[in-house]
């Protein structure tokens, strides 16, 4: 496999990292680019000499999902076997304990924002097992679990207003408030959502189809 860097302006591909075995995700800070493979490992990546400037090693399945805590002191990295680990890109190793409930794959991770929680405390993390946990990075531990989802929860994203959105092959979106987290807002779709975003105060699902791409606003 490989990792590459697109041009937007130009459409077009500058270089290539050559990557032994699948890559299966990418996130990128101004300097520093994180991935993660089907080979156990995370990689960080120097964009200004275009050579991996770590390799972590300590998950033992696929990683198969990423994220980089709004300060970029630490990286989130879910795998297959559904445990979660941190790390510190200054130095490429493993930081506190590993986190571990999920009983399938993780499929999404992220922070809360920088500006709710300035000491980037805060992870949450979704699971082929249908639930959101919302970890405790500096204690090591799970605070809550949340469980409305019926079927796979497939992406997660914290908004700024403090807003948790979770979308799932259930169909639906439910919006997670955390004065209470027993009893979240419950937006139907139709369809079975893979991806989403938040621009301002707006969410983005993606609904993948063979051929088409369908992106609603909420």
């Known amino acids: 496999g490989t990792v590459g860097l697109l041009t937007l302006l130009t459409r077009g591909c500058p270089w290539s990292l050559p990557y032994l075995g699948s890559v299966s995700l990418r996130v990128c800070l101004p300097r520093y680019l994180a991935s993660g493979s089907g080979d156990t490992t995370v990689r960080f990546w120097d964009l200004n000499t ?28 879910g795998c297959k076997n559904g445990q ?19 009983s399938k794959w993780i499929t999404s991770l992220c922070w809360e924002p920088l500006h709710l929680n300035p000491e980037c405390r805060y992870l949450a993390s979704s699971s082929k097992d249908g639930s959101v946990r919302i970890w405790d990075t500096v204690a090591g531990r799970c605070d809550k679990i949340l469980t409305s989802h019926t079927q796979s ?18 169909r639906t979106i439910k919006v ?8 979240p807002e419950s937006w139907g779709v ?10 301002k105060n707006q969410l983005a699902p993606f609904f993948l189809f063979p051929r088409l791409c369908v992106v609603l606003l909420w």
Not at 190 to 199: A, E, L, P
């Open 190 to 199: 139709g369809q079975r959502m893979h991806f989403m975003n938040t621009i």
């Open 84 to 102: 979660i680990l941190l790390w510190d890109p200054s130095t490429g190793t493993q930081m506190g304990r590993i986190l571990v409930g999920h």
């Open 176 to 183: 997670w408030r955390a004065q209470d987290v027993s009893r």
């Open 50 to 77: 275009e050579t991996p400037h770590f390799t972590a090693k300590g998950h033992r399945h696929w990683v198969l999902s990423i994220a980089w805590s709004p300060d970029g002191r630490k990286l989130a990295s």
């Open 153 to 170: 929860v497939t992406c997660l994203r914290w908004g700024g207003d403090g807003l948790l959105y979770s979308s799932s092959q259930d």
